[in-house]
């Protein structure tokens, strides 16, 4: 019984597969259909194995750290994944700890990860530092709405500002525990790292005179953007 239990649910995440794909082979689209984590070995069967996807959309599910393990595992071998989203799930920061040692050893693919709301803290950020030092493909981090406050932004600041990496991208925004105390490591990236061109900062704990500090930053950096008010500002 539950072989057949576990063969009907193989079967129905291979056609929500095939049905996503149905007019963009590069793209599967698995956003809110309550996947869990064992779900992730079907996922990374018919996804990194079978088929020459470039983005695959997990968000809204409920994968955890045990769902992130084994999408790190895949990762390790996977050489056509480019975009991989994990919005709205749970996968906390021994999550962020096997996604970014995968990152940081043989995955040369992946571009662009996007851990919104995910339950991260400083912990994760500390994973994701070590990982960003090291990795040579990733160019964009979305962190919005997590748990990280402003020592994180220090352990952040400390691994970009003396590092030119790949990165271009980093999204903090909702990051309520975020204060002018990260004012001054804010500066330090926009001011020495060479690769990072966008921050997103809208909806954390700034003041419109720590916002006035940053934009005064940003504005002496060429070809560089930053969201401290809204996404769109």
């Known amino acids: 019984m539950l072989i057949e239990i576990s063969q009907r649910r193989a079967s129905l995440i291979e056609e929500m597969i095939i049905q996503s794909q149905s007019e963009n082979r590069s793209l599967v689209n698995l956003r809110y259909k309550q996947l869990i984590d064992r779900d992730m070995k ?20 409920r994968i955890t750290s045990v769902g992130a393990s084994i999408l790190a595992s895949a990762l390790n071998s996977n050489n056509t994944l480019e975009r991989l989203y994990l919005y709205g799930n749970s996968i906390s920061d021994i999550g962020v700890k096997y ?5 940081s050893n043989n995955n040369k693919t992946l571009q662009i990860l996007g851990l919104q ?20 493909t990733l160019t964009g981090l979305w962190l919005e709405n997590n ?17 030119n990496s790949f990165l271009q991208y980093i999204d903090l925004s909702k990051n309520r525990l975020i204060t002018d105390l990260s004012v001054d490591y804010i500066i330090d990236i926009i001011k020495f790292n060479k690769s990072i061109n966008e921050i997103s900062l809208y909806d954390c ?29």
Do not use: P
């Open 42 to 61: 079907i996922v990374v069967q018919q996804v990194f194995l079978n088929r020459q996807c470039t983005r695959l959309w997990l968000d809204g599910n």
């Open 99 to 103: 996604l970014s040692r995968a990152l």
């Open 117 to 136: 709301l995910n339950q991260i803290t400083d912990l994760g950020i500390e994973h994701l530092s070590q990982m960003i030092q090291i990795n040579k």
């Open 147 to 163: 748990h990280i406050t402003d020592k994180g932004i220090r352990i952040l600041s400390n691994a970009l500002k003396n590092l």
């Open 205 to 233: 704990s700034l003041s419109e005179i720590g916002k006035e500090k940053i934009k005064k930053a940003a504005k002496s950096k060429k070809n560089f953007s930053i969201y401290l008010n809204s996404w769109n500002e």
